[in-house]
């Protein structure tokens, strides 16, 4: 077949997204280039009288001591019942650097399972950020892994951050690349042939990459597509579009072998029980980001109701198959409270003028769509999480996969503090503590098939930890890069409470308290003298 005149057909694999961006003037983040916080790897770091909550779901334990040796735990020594029944003659040798954990609590570095380093799309509104910033909020907030999630700014950017985290001479993440697949009419498209498709995943495979993120594709693509990825070692997440769903919902793709579903789309669809199309109202537009978002609250009342015959089978046909879901509850948040996410804490000394000018109401910026956003629209939202978290959460009851993902950088939610919202929204949907942490480090790791890496506290594992002042297991606000507001008692007086106070990446050890006025500079630089500043971020 001929190709139609399309400026991205020879755009390299994984580069049309950013291709696209760069036409319309859309600039990504300026790359970290060196690092200037993080001590480390030492040749013998320790970690003294932890209570260790491992990630697996296990309960706390300790006190221990965490031998850690470069960049792998060598060690975990108990040394006691208690900190008062701590026996010195058991306590391992002295390290090169140490770090005094009695009363502390050491976890695993958190894993987001759906992050992005920055859009291009801030750049519609002013000087975007620089990676730094987003990475240092990463950091400050316990995020030693992200899977970047489509490659907005174009894989050789990404694959070139990626190996510069890995010899650590930047300070971020550690970082796993997915690109996106370029076959859906209102994006990029450059493949309309199954033959096409199988080559352009070889080809990606071939320049590094870790994976695909898909929103959708022509069912004979899309299904050659995640063949071909399994034969060549690829996972794979969908957001299914609105505008390719109707072809291929949630179920179809994880039958097909698709790694993980993106958010909620797709999963409704899979439960229509008397339709196959949502009830759009004939004035609908996708391209009208009020229209996308305010319909997208009504599918789950459209669908088969929890506890149905249906609704039984979509969820064991989804164990048979081992689908992972990332539902990113956090990213809609703003939908069912958007006074609450517009004025939340951390926009005061956090948010970047660029992000915050792209959140507000504007046509054309996705995600920011406030110009018409009701009441209706809200208690729609609000019944529409009461559903889908019923599902997510029996879900991980029977056995299922779900893992944290942040998607931070539109819709009111900032990078580092969105995946911690995500932990108080996995609690809220019904999981345990200990089940939400589980989903940011263990399963996040077992998803990015890095398990054998990282995201449980074990022996031989590379050293990617978190050291707390506070029992993140009582309120996860206390992970917050603001922390939570408490009363001093001694005092009389309120005070910000934080719990996380130093970030270990493959042995790198960086004091969160550095990380975060980093950011309050740079962020505060970003407004400069600007009269237009909201007053509640001034």
Not at 151 to 164: H, P, R, V
Not at 396 to 407: E, H, I, M, Q
Not at 471 to 494: C, H, I, V
Request: glycine share 10%; with cysteine; hydrophobic share 35%.
């Amino acid at each position: 077949m001929s190709k139609p005149d399309n400026p991205y057909i020879n755009s390299l694999p994984g580069e049309e997204m950013g291709d696209l961006n760069a036409s319309k003037g859309w600039r990504p983040p300026v790359p970290a280039s060196s690092r200037d916080r993080g001590e480390g790897p030492f040749k013998r770091m320790v970690l003294r009288g932890a209570t260790i909550i491992d990630g697996t779901g296990a309960p706390p334990w300790g006190p221990v001591d965490v031998v850690i040796e470069n960049d792998r735990i060598a060690a975990l020594v108990g040394v006691g019942a208690s900190l008062d029944t701590i026996n010195p003659d058991r306590r391992p040798a002295a390290g090169d650097f140490e770090v005094d954990c009695h009363g502390k609590f050491v976890m695993p570095g958190l894993v987001d399972s759906h992050a992005h380093i920055g859009t291009p799309y801030h750049s519609m509104c002013g000087v975007e950020p620089p990676a730094d910033y987003i990475y240092k909020l990463w950091l400050a907030h316990g995020v030693t892994t992200v899977r970047e999630m489509g490659g907005l700014n174009g894989l050789g950017y990404t694959m070139q951050q990626k190996e510069a985290s890995a010899r650590n001479d930047i300070a971020a993440p550690n970082i796993l690349s997915y690109a996106y697949f370029p076959a859906v009419n209102d994006r990029v498209k450059t493949i309309y042939t199954p033959d096409q498709a199988r080559d352009w995943v070889r080809k990606l495979k071939n320049r590094g990459a870790d994976g695909i993120k898909f929103f959708g594709a022509p069912p004979t693509i899309m299904q050659a597509a995640l063949d071909e990825a399994a034969k060549q070692g690829l996972r794979s997440g969908c957001h299914h579009a609105q505008m390719a769903v109707t072809r291929v919902n949630a179920l179809k793709s994880a039958g097909w072998g698709l790694t993980s579903s993106e958010h909620y789309y797709g999963l409704p669809e899979a439960l229509f029980e008397s339709q196959v199309v949502q009830q759009f109202p004939t004035d609908y537009n996708y391209s009208d980001e009020y229209f996308r978002f305010a319909l997208a609250g009504q599918t789950f009342k459209q669908a088969a109701q929890p506890g149905s015959a249906k609704w039984k089978e979509v969820m064991e046909r989804f164990l048979e198959l081992g689908h992972t879901f990332v539902p990113t509850f956090n990213i809609y948040d703003a939908n069912r409270d958007l006074m609450r996410a517009r004025r939340a804490d951390w926009h005061d000394d956090y948010t970047w003028k660029a992000i915050w000018k792209y959140f507000q109401p504007q046509r054309g910026g996705h995600g920011s769509y406030w110009y018409r956003w009701s009441t209706t629209n809200e208690i729609e939202w609000k019944e529409n999480y009461r559903l889908w978290m019923q599902f997510i959460n029996e879900y991980k009851n029977l056995g299922g996969r779900v893992c944290a993902g942040s998607d931070s950088g539109f819709i009111f939610q900032i990078f580092g503090f969105g995946l911690i919202r995500e932990l108080e929204l996995l609690q809220e949907a019904g999981f345990h503590p200990l089940e939400a942490l589980r989903s940011a480090t263990s399963l996040g790791a077992e998803l990015l098939g890095i398990d054998h890496e990282t995201g449980s506290v074990d022996v031989g594992k590379r050293a990617d930890l978190l050291v707390m002042d506070h029992n993140p297991l009582e309120d996860f606000k206390l992970l917050y890069g603001t922390g939570a507001w408490r009363l001093n008692d001694q005092t009389g007086q309120p005070e910000w409470v934080r719990a996380l106070r130093y970030t270990i990446k493959a042995g790198l050890i960086f004091d969160v308290d550095e990380l975060l006025a980093d950011v309050r500079e740079l962020a505060g630089d970003s407004w400069g003298d600007d009269e237009e500043r909201p007053p509640h971020v001034r």
